[in-house]
């Protein structure tokens, strides 16, 4: 049984948006901290997110701040990635991952979905 | 930002050898919040090591980890052919929790 599941992903225009969910199946969510990571064609893993088990605290990577949006409703065990003005560099697979703290103290990612691929192409 | 460089970028090794990689910082990682993780092609990544030398639930004692302020080292103690994989190490000590550029172990 696969812990947690992307789904969301596709082929998107540049400059339009997308949105992807993380749901939990098995492990709870509620009390981690909970990440957004991604994987480029060809390239290796980079952090893009992170949002605090109550939502209250949210961090992202410049490559997308201002652009994505972390959430999360932890009455539906889920989680969220609002993905704006999406631009050609944006094309990975993402990977939503529970993190072993809570968000005010983090312990790396022990839980990982399998991925979504996001391909934005013109 | 804190960034982390990874080498070598490859590393061939035979099955039994020691594999040794290293993780470098630009400035110190807080409290050593560094982690190592697996990564194979078509499967997602895979903890192993965080807080610098704590193993992850279920992985052997052969993978061991080691470092402090901007240097951090992972070990494989004697290789064996499902170690074969990428591996990034990635720091959470600030608030964004950047990953190295990863190293290719390699069958020689």
């Known amino acids: 049984q696969v812990p947690l599941v992307e789904s969301g992903g596709g082929v998107v225009q540049p400059g339009r948006s997308l949105r992807l969910s993380c749901a939990a199946s098995?492990?709870?969510?509620?009390?981690?901290?909970m990440h957004w990571v991604r994987q480029p064609p060809g390239k290796g893993l980079e952090w893009l997110a992170v949002?605090?088990?109550?939502?209250?605290?949210?961090y992202y990577a410049d490559s997308v701040k201002g652009r994505f949006t972390i959430s999360r409703d932890n009455s539906k065990n889920t989680l969220y990635l609002q993905m704006n003005s999406l631009r050609v560099e944006d094309t990975a697979v993402y990977y939503c991952?529970?993190?072993?703290?809570?968000?005010?103290?983090?312990?790396?990612?022990?839980?990982w979905g399998q991925g979504t691929l996001v391909t934005v192409s013109s | 930002e804190i960034v982390l460089t990874q080498s070598p970028g490859t590393l061939s090794l035979s099955p039994g050898e020691r594999a040794t990689l290293s993780c470098r910082a630009s400035?110190?990682?807080?409290?050593?919040?560094l982690a190592w993780y697996q990564h194979k092609p078509g499967q997602p990544p895979r903890l192993l090591i965080y807080?610098?030398?704590s193993r992850a639930t279920g992985i052997p004692d052969r993978f061991s980890g080691s470092g402090s302020g901007t240097d951090f080292t992972l070990t494989v103690s004697r290789l064996e052919l499902e170690d074969f994989a990428v591996y990034y190490c990635?720091?959470?000590?600030?608030?964004?929790?950047?990953f190295g550029q990863g190293t290719k172990l390699e069958i020689k």
């Open positions: 400035q110190s990682v807080s409290s050593s919040y």
């Open positions: 990635q720091q959470y000590g600030s608030s964004l929790h950047t």
């Open positions: 807080g610098t030398s």
């Open positions: 991952a529970r993190d072993q703290g809570d968000g005010y103290n983090n312990d790396g990612a022990d839980y």
């Open positions: 098995g492990v709870t969510i509620r009390s981690y901290a």
């Open positions: 949002i605090s088990y109550d939502g209250s605290n949210k």
